[in-house]
């Protein structure tokens, strides 16, 4: 469903009404999260309403879809749609070493070139484990020096050593 017509909607109906719509599939607090984040601020002072006080052109804004907005807190599974280029690292190495000379790794990393992956419409499962606590502590920091977050160094890290495993 699109921006403008869920704020034609609420000008005649509440949004805890409008997320129960069988069309909407929205909770009310994701409905309104979505609005937020779409450039739109809901005055209680006045004149009340949702009103746009974002960047850009209101009109190309109401012809995108409410979902574009809308993420979930804690979701079961999650569906990436963002187009995403990183570099992979595939160095087995475990390494101690303090944030700046981590950074100046990451620097010369980029200066070489790296291959990249390209994923779309990823579908992610929420998976709990145990793991020692040094090596969590390594690789946060890991995480940290490379600017990618802890699930995308241990999914590259699964997906290399299947393919090891798949490779023997």
Not at 121 to 140: A, G, P, Q, T, W
Request: hydrophobic content about 35%; cysteine-free; aromatic content about 6%.
């Amino acid at each position: 469903m699109k921006i403008g017509e869920i704020l034609e909607l609420i000008k005649t109906d509440t949004p805890a009404n409008i997320a129960k719509k069988a069309d909407v599939h929205l909770s009310e607090k994701l409905l309104r999260k979505a609005l937020k984040k779409a450039g739109y601020e809901y005055r209680n002072s006045g004149e009340k309403g949702w009103y746009f006080v974002g960047e850009g052109d209101e009109e190309t804004v109401q012809g995108q879809l409410i979902y574009d907005f809308a993420t979930e807190g804690k979701a079961k599974a999650n569906v990436s749609t963002n187009v995403t280029k990183e570099p992979i690292n595939d160095t087995n190495q475990r390494s101690n070493v303090g944030i700046k000379r981590g950074k100046e790794q990451l620097k010369q990393a980029n200066e070489q070139s790296a291959p990249t992956i390209e994923r779309t419409n990823v579908i992610r499962k929420r998976s709990s484990f145990d793991m020692d606590v040094e090596l969590m502590k390594d690789l946060k920091i890991q995480a940290i020096i490379h600017d990618r977050t802890v699930y995308e160094l241990v999914e590259s890290a699964v997906r290399h050593y299947l393919a090891e495993l798949k490779g023997k």
